[in-house]
Structures are given as C-alpha cells and as structure tokens.
C-alpha cells in the first residue's frame, strides 16, 4: 500500500488512539448494563465510536489520492494555546466564579483563537451556550454546579 495523505495518516492516527486511551479509561469505570448504564457506559462507546471514525480516516490515506500529498502544514500554536488556556481557567474558576461568570469567559477568552472576532456575536454565544448549559445540566440533570460565584451566595 502507498501512503496517498499525510494528512489522513496523522489524523487518523491520532484520533485512533485517543478513542482507545478514552475506552480504556472507561473500563476503570463499573460498565452498567444497557437498561442501567454505569459511569463508564458512556465514555467507552465514545471511545470505541472515535477509534472506529480514526480507522476509518486511517485507511482513506491510503486509498483516496489527496492534492500534493496531503502535506501537513505547519501547528497553529497560538489558537492550540489560547483554547487549552481558556480551558484550564474555566477549570480553575468554576467553583468560586460560578457557571454566570466562568462560561462567558471560557467563551469570550476561546473566541480570540480564531481569525475573526466580532463583539455582538461572540455576547450573544455566551449568553446562549450559558442559559442553555444551566437548563441542560443543572435544571434538567439535576448537577450541583455553582450558578453564581460564592461571594454573592
């Protein structure tokens, strides 16, 4: 077999064995049953789906025919460093800023990663993804998470 896509190669690569370090993970977990599924349920089919997608983009390298090569071009560190930052401080500022102050930043800080940046957009994403996370994991899950930071109450 001939190698038609760098590109495919490494991606596939990389998404095959991060689908089975996630699946892995998750056997550390008690498995469930379909009807009951445990904590580990879900992240290994997760795991298995991505390995499986990872496979499958492995094998298109070497059999779709990419232009010049398929030539991996050069990291984008920058974007790479501000979203995994973003992430990190949402982590970090969860438990005493709230969901209300923390989300909105991950949100605004993962924004300056990109090319473009538009003030109006990037506020009304914020406000979307915020109200729709507390309806989601803490109205319809039932999560514990600090809506607001612990100096309010």
């Known amino acids: 077999m001939k190698l038609k896509s760098r590109k495919d190669l490494w991606s596939g690569l990389l998404f095959f064995v991060a689908g089975v370090a996630f699946a892995t ?5 008690r498995f469930g049953e379909s009807a009951r599924p445990g904590p580990g349920y879900f992240p290994f089919g ?8 990872g496979l499958i983009v492995l094998l298109r390298a070497f059999t779709v025919n990419a232009p010049d090569g398929g030539r991996v071009g050069t990291i984008a560190w920058r974007p790479m460093l501000v979203v995994v930052g973003a992430i ?12 209300a102050i923390s989300l909105p ?3 605004i800080s993962i ?11 990037v506020l009304i994403n914020s406000a979307v993804l915020t109200i729709g996370s ?16 612990t100096f309010i109450g």
């Open 25 to 29: 993970g998750a056997t550390n977990y």
């Open 46 to 53: 997760l795991g298995i789906l991505l390995a499986g997608l």
């Open 88 to 99: 990190l401080v949402f982590a970090l500022t969860l438990t005493h800023l709230g969901m």
């Open 105 to 107: 930043l991950l949100v």
């Open 111 to 121: 924004s300056y990663a990109g090319d473009e940046f538009h003030w109006k957009g």
């Open 134 to 149: 507390w309806l989601i994991f803490i109205e319809g899950l039932g999560l514990i998470i600090p809506v607001w930071p």
